[in-house]
């Protein structure tokens, strides 16, 4: 009797786990891209997540990009927003925590680009916390 009490106990341990992770799964992270600056510009993620990222252009004429390349972790993202537009994307974070910059790279004519004008950020992958 002990013994199937302690298996059950297990049992909703491991399922209380798994639907940990579910949720954990569908996390969402807004990024407003405007007046050449990411906001929020630091973004923490676990480990092996799955990420939907909605990036939302805040500006009336300025388009902008999320440039994010990291081959080290099979990351390599160039995604256009342009002006007013929200565009969604998901991908799965990877397994190896680690600091990975990401920029915008648009530039127009002889200007500074955007990056040089401070349009940066990190994408901050956490390990699993037990
Ligand atoms: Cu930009």
């Not at 910059?101 to 956490?126: N, T």
Request: glycine residues 4%.
């Amino acid at each position: 009797m002990r013994l199937i009490n302690h298996s059950a106990i297990s049992l909703s341990g491991i399922i209380f786990l798994l639907l940990a992770s579910i949720v954990q799964a569908q996390q969402t992270i807004r990024i407003e891209l405007g007046d050449f600056r990411f906001t929020p510009d630091k973004i923490h993620v676990p480990a092996g997540a799955q990420v939907e990222l909605e990036l939302v252009n805040s500006d009336t004429l300025t388009p902008h990009d999320f440039v994010l390349k990291a081959p080290e972790i099979q990351l390599d993202m160039i995604i256009n927003v342009p002006p007013r537009k929200t565009v969604t994307t998901q991908f799965i974070v990877p397994a190896r925590p680690g600091v990975y910059p990401f920029y915008c790279s648009k530039k127009l004519w002889f200007f500074k680009s955007h990056r040089e004008r401070g349009m940066e950020g990190q994408l901050i992958v956490e390990a699993h916390r037990p």
